[in-house]
């Protein structure tokens, strides 16, 4: 008989163990599971097991980079004190 023909997951699909995301974001596996612990980080929970989705951990760090930029430019926006003129000029 056949070997039913496996369907390969594709790549941005692919679940990822806490030392995977780790290597990826240049952090500590740790940090990995201290963030998801605290729920910051995107995580599908399989009984003990926890892996992470690589397009969910994607989508939300464009999600932290879009703060980040928002931040960012509101600092720069901001005046100075004691003067009406933005910092960047």
Do not use: C, F, K
């Amino acid at each position: 008989m056949p070997e039913p023909a496996r369907q390969p997951i594709s790549q941005d699909g692919d679940l990822l163990t806490a030392e995977d995301v780790a290597a990826l974001l240049r952090v500590t596996a740790a940090w990995v599971y201290a963030e998801t612990r605290r729920r910051r980080i995107p995580h599908i929970r399989l009984g003990r097991y926890v892996r992470y989705r690589r397009d969910a951990l994607a989508a939300w760090m464009d999600q932290l980079e879009d703060r980040s930029d928002v931040v960012v430019r509101r600092r720069w926006d901001r005046p100075q004190r004691n003067s009406g003129t933005p910092r960047w000029t």
